[in-house]
């Protein structure tokens, strides 16, 4: 089943783009790196965003997470519309209501897991809430590698850190690109797992960049990019049902 009815979806918005596009270059060598996107992503929903090599999937991200400038059209968080913000705003939102995983941990190698962790915070100068913390360390199954550093734990444990770290300031959403690309499968479908646990249990709302349909498939909903804009989306999906849709892709490009 790929639709889901429409009052069992989340109708509060945590983020959203509009007419937005991404342009490099000028004239004969000119790249509409995003056509026109407008798009949802749902409190308490995990979307995955999916789409070939240059379909504009990363930069969609890139831009809805303030990490990338846009050329025209809007972009909000919550209630804040990026475009309007300075520098230093956009740092400041960033930081007190965006949280990111990348494929490449990005954790510091002199500091311990929980310094890791809380890191974000103590920039901020903000006091950790200790006991939703102890919650998040409790649901990704870090709680006796708390004191190691990243060159002690697994691939696998450190982007369970790096889950943490985004999960810890209760952001209001989160962007994660290829968040399991660098892992092996098992420890893939662990991180996978618990961004899946996020969203139903401490109601969070997650955005990925993934190739991947079996990590597309613990989505809520999946969105399909080609040449810069949305062709299509799933709910509900299956690693079956999103490799049917990205083999039509395939053959439509081929015949095209």
Same mark, same amino acid.
């Given at each position: 089943?790929?639709?889901?009815?429409?009052?069992?979806?989340?109708?509060?918005?945590?983020?959203r783009?509009t007419?937005?596009?991404?342009i490099?270059g000028?004239?004969?060598t000119?790249? /509409?790196?995003?056509?026109?996107?407008?798009?949802? *992503?749902?409190?308490?929903?995990l979307?995955?965003?999916?789409?070939?090599?240059?379909?504009?999937?990363?930069?969609l991200?890139h831009?809805?997470?303030?990490?990338?400038?846009?050329?025209s059209?809007?972009?909000?968080?919550?209630?804040t519309?990026?475009?309007?913000?300075?520098?230093?705003? +956009?740092?400041? +939102?960033?930081?007190?209501?965006?949280?990111?995983?990348?494929?490449?941990?990005?954790?510091l190698?002199?500091?311990?897991a929980?310094?890791?962790?809380?890191l974000?915070?103590?920039?901020?100068?903000?006091?950790?809430?200790?006991?939703? /913390?102890?919650?998040?360390?409790e649901?990704v199954?870090?709680?006796?590698?708390l004191g190691?550093?990243?060159?002690?734990?697994?691939?696998?444990?450190?982007?369970?850190?790096?889950v943490?770290?985004?999960?810890?300031?209760?952001?209001e959403?989160?962007?994660?690109?290829?968040?399991?690309?660098?892992?092996?499968?098992r420890?893939?479908?662990? /991180?996978l797992?618990?961004l899946?646990?996020?969203?139903?249990? +401490?109601?969070?709302?997650?955005?990925?960049?993934?190739?991947?349909?079996?990590?597309?498939?613990?989505?809520?909903?999946?969105? *399909?990019?080609?040449?810069?804009?949305?062709?299509?989306?799933?709910?509900?999906?299956t690693?079956?049902?999103?490799?049917?849709?990205?083999?039509?892709?395939?053959?439509?490009?081929?015949?095209?």
């Amino acid at each position: 089943m790929t639709t889901a009815p429409i009052a069992d979806r989340s109708t509060l918005v945590a983020a959203r783009a509009t007419e937005l596009s991404k342009i490099y270059g000028q004239g004969e060598t000119q790249v /509409v790196a995003l056509d026109r996107v407008s798009i949802d *992503f749902r409190q308490a929903e995990l979307t995955a965003i999916m789409g070939p090599s240059g379909s504009g999937k990363s930069t969609l991200m890139h831009c809805v997470a303030g990490l990338d400038t846009f050329s025209s059209g809007s972009v909000r968080i919550g209630e804040t519309e990026l475009g309007s913000l300075k520098d230093k705003q +956009l740092t400041k +939102l960033r930081r007190d209501k965006i949280g990111f995983i990348f494929q490449a941990f990005n954790l510091l190698p002199t500091l311990t897991a929980l310094e890791n962790i809380t890191l974000p915070m103590d920039i901020a100068g903000r006091k950790p809430d200790k006991q939703w /913390v102890d919650s998040v360390i409790e649901m990704v199954g870090l709680s006796g590698r708390l004191g190691h550093r990243p060159a002690q734990l697994s691939g696998g444990q450190q982007q369970r850190v790096a889950v943490a770290r985004a999960l810890a300031s209760r952001p209001e959403i989160i962007f994660g690109d290829e968040p399991t690309g660098n892992l092996d499968s098992r420890s893939g479908a662990e /991180v996978l797992g618990f961004l899946r646990n996020s969203v139903r249990e +401490l109601g969070q709302t997650v955005v990925m960049v993934t190739h991947d349909p079996v990590a597309a498939a613990y989505a809520d909903r999946v969105v *399909f990019l080609a040449d810069g804009r949305i062709v299509d989306e799933l709910y509900g999906p299956t690693a079956d049902s999103v490799l049917d849709r990205m083999k039509r892709f395939d053959a439509k490009g081929r015949t095209s």
